[in-house]
């Protein structure tokens, strides 16, 4: 069976991100620790033999909801979430975790957590393709977008202890601002999207380590 790969979308979010002691406090919301929540991953059952030993300490079940739709994974998928990578490093003073879907979706989630706080977004870019724009008003178009989150939340199982080769287990919900992405017929629609996300992700111990890891999502 294939595997959705995950996008790795951290050019935009991640890998341009300072360390969370250089951000303003007001973008941190506190993150909960709870081991009694199921944190069942249900994308083990879709994979086989080494994509299974590789990247089972690297998945996520990613729900995903455009304007209040559930949007539905391939066909020959039998679940309502899609399949995909979740990759962690850390990066000075904080986690950075990342997890996406292929680029016919175009859509990845980036999450910080630093000491007992986390922030958030989601990055959009399809192909490199020019449709997206932050205001209907707008005139020219971007190839990717930021979206900042209107409400999130992030359940862990345990306190992370911020060290290379821990596995980071838990459940992050949101939903995100608005934006505007240009359709087949040119016309401006309303994107909102909302995602839930269970993952399981082994920290790796820097940006090198990270991209050895994005080979084995590649299709």
């Known amino acids: 069976m294939r595997i959705l790969p995950a996008v790795v979308l951290l050019s935009a979010y991640l890998l341009s991100g300072r360390p969370a002691s250089a951000q303003s406090a007001e973008t941190w919301k506190t993150y909960r620790v709870q081991p009694s929540h199921s944190y ?13 030993l590789q990247l089972q300490n690297n998945i996520a079940d990613f729900y995903l909801y455009r304007n209040g739709v559930l949007v539905k994974p391939p066909k020959n998928i039998h679940y309502d979430f899609f399949p995909a990578g979740c990759l962690c490093f850390k990066y000075d003073d904080t986690l950075l975790l990342n997890s996406g ?69 838990g459940e992050y919900r949101a939903s995100y601002k608005k934006f505007y992405q240009k359709n087949a017929r040119a016309r401006d629609e309303i994107c909102q999207y909302t995602v839930r996300i269970v993952f399981k992700c082994r920290v790796t111990g820097g940006i090198d380590s990270m991209k050895n890891l994005t080979g084995m999502n590649a299709n």
């Open 101 to 169: 879907l292929g680029a016919s979706v175009g859509l990845g989630v980036g999450i910080k957590i630093y000491q007992d706080k986390f922030t958030s977004s989601l990055h959009a870019n399809k192909k490199n393709a020019e449709i997206y724009k932050l205001s209907k008003d707008d005139t020219v178009y971007l190839q990717s977008i930021l979206a900042e989150p209107v409400t999130q939340s992030l359940k862990l199982y345990q306190e992370p202890g911020f060290v290379t080769d821990e596995v980071i287990v």
């Open 40 to 52: 069942s991953l249900n994308s083990k059952k879709l994979l086989r033999s080494k994509k299974k």
